[in-house]
């Protein structure tokens, strides 16, 4: 059975921006599953990979940041518990000390320095796509009419060119 554009536009936007799974979005667009992985794959062959729209769409915004905040959290727990364990250890002679502190220390540097490069295609993809969501609530709240539905209209089209330019 052919299927319009719509239908495939549909599917994408489900899985990408909803994070709805094949099978749920085969029994809602009355499309069959081995139809969607065959749209996902041919799709990813043409730059457009829906997987990483995916995550980038979760992490656009406010995801990006609380991820990598709670890997941040973590790390700092588990520093701090080392460096008590550390100060509370007697049998660590002093020079012992200073070069686990100096780890330590050049282990938090790096992982300080990490986080802002986390995935970054995706990272970049996120920035992307929340530009655009940023976007559509502007002309959503300042224009009406004839240019909301144009801006819409062009807006999933414009998402998968995203993906294509900022995927991999």
């Not at 062009?154 to 330019?165: G, K, Q, T």
């Amino acid at each position: 059975m052919a299927h319009d554009d719509v239908i495939r536009r549909n599917a994408r936007k489900l899985y990408v921006n909803q994070r709805q799974s094949l099978p749920t979005i085969a029994i809602a667009l009355t499309v069959s599953e081995p139809t969607l992985r065959r749209w996902k794959r041919d799709a990813k062959e043409r730059g457009d990979d829906w997987d990483v729209s995916r995550a980038a769409s979760t992490l656009a915004g406010e995801g990006m940041e609380m991820l990598v905040g709670a890997a941040l959290e973590d790390f700092m727990v588990l520093y701090q518990s080392t460096i008590d364990a550390l100060k509370g250890d007697p049998d660590v002679a002093p020079a012992e000390r200073v070069k686990l502190m100096a780890s330590l220390a050049d282990a938090l540097n790096k992982m300080v320095s990490s986080s802002g490069r986390i995935a970054p295609k995706t990272s970049q993809l996120g920035v992307a796509m929340d530009v655009l969501k940023r976007q559509a609530e502007f002309v959503r709240e300042n224009y009406s009419g004839d240019v909301v539905n144009a801006f819409v209209e062009m807006l999933e089209p414009f998402s998968v060119h995203l993906s294509e330019a900022y995927g991999s």
